[in-house]
C-alpha cells in the first residue's frame, strides 16, 4: 500500500475515534485510575477510541506493529509502528474542558513521518505527512515568524503530580521568566497543533512518545524544528521523551536557556 494510504487510513481512525469521544461528552464518566495519586486515569472514551482506532489500523496494515497508550501494544517486526493516543486530554474531557484530541502517528524504522489529530472539541483536522506539508482541514500551515524568545508564546507542561516537582526544576522555572508570555493549557497533541499553526511559538515538555509522535510531523512539515532538550533528534524508541518544538527561529534560544 501507499503512503498516501497511510494518511488516508489514520484519517479514518482519527475521525472514527472522535465520534465515539463525542458520543460520551457531557455524560457522567467512569474513570479508571493509573497511578496512586489519582491525577492520571482512563474512562470507557478513552478506551473505546482505543479499540476502534487498533481495529481500523490492524484491518488495513496487519503487519504493522502498535503502540497505544492504554492497553494494546501490538510487536509485528515491522520497520512501520503506529503510535497512537485515542484521547489526549482526558482530565480536560473528564472536567469540561475543551482541550482533548485523537492523536495517531506513524513512525517508520523509528522516525515519525505521519502525524493526524483530531481536535474533538473544535472539530479540526490537523494532518501531515513526510515531505508533503502540514495542513488544517485541508489548507496549508505554517509555523509563526517570532525571531526573539522574549516576545514568544510557549507552553510549558506542568503534568501530573508525580512528575511535575521534576518538571518545575528541568525546564518550567528556566523558561517561564525567559518567554514573553508562557502558557500552560492543553494536552500536547493540540499543543503541538498550535505550534503547527503559528499560534503558539513554541513548546517545551516532558511525556510519552504517543503524546509527541504525530504532533512532530506537523510541526517539522509546518516548517518548524522539534528535538530533546540537547538539540538531538528525539529517541522515538523509548516510551518517555523530552521535547522542544518552536518556529525554528527561537529554536537554540529555548535550548540555551534549559542549558542554565
Known sequence: ?????????????????????????????????????????????????????????????PTHNIIAEEKNKINKGSEYTWVVDPLDGTISYAHGLPFFAV????????????????????????????????????????VSREKNLDGAVIDLDFGHKARRKQKIESY??????KAGYPYSFGPAAGILALVGTGALDGYVAQGWQWDFAAGAVIVREAGGKVSDFAGNEPDWTKERLNIVASNGLIHEQILEALKK
Do not use: C, H, W
Request: glycine share 6%; hydrophobic share 40%; charged share 25%.
Open 1 to 61: 500500500m501507499s503512503e498516501d494510504n497511510f494518511l488516508k487510513v489514520a484519517k479514518q481512525a482519527a475521525i472514527e475515534a472522535g465520534k465515539i469521544i463525542q458520543k460520551y461528552s457531557g455524560r457522567s464518566l467512569s474513570l479508571s485510575l493509573k497511578n496512586e495519586d489519582k491525577s492520571d486515569f482512563a474512562t470507557y472514551a478513552d478506551l473505546e477510541s482505543e479499540e476502534k482506532i487498533v481495529e481500523i489500523l490492524s484491518k488495513n496494515f
Open 103 to 142: 492523536s495517531i502517528g506513524l513512525l517508520k524504522s523509528n522516525k515519525p513521518i505521519l502525524g493526524v489529530i483530531n481536535d474533538v472539541y473544535s472539530q479540526d483536522l490537523y494532518f501531515a505527512q513526510e515531505g508533503l506539508g502540514a495542513y488544517l482541514n485541508g489548507k496549508t500551515i505554517r
Open 172 to 177: 518550567v522555572n528556566l523558561l517561564a521568566l
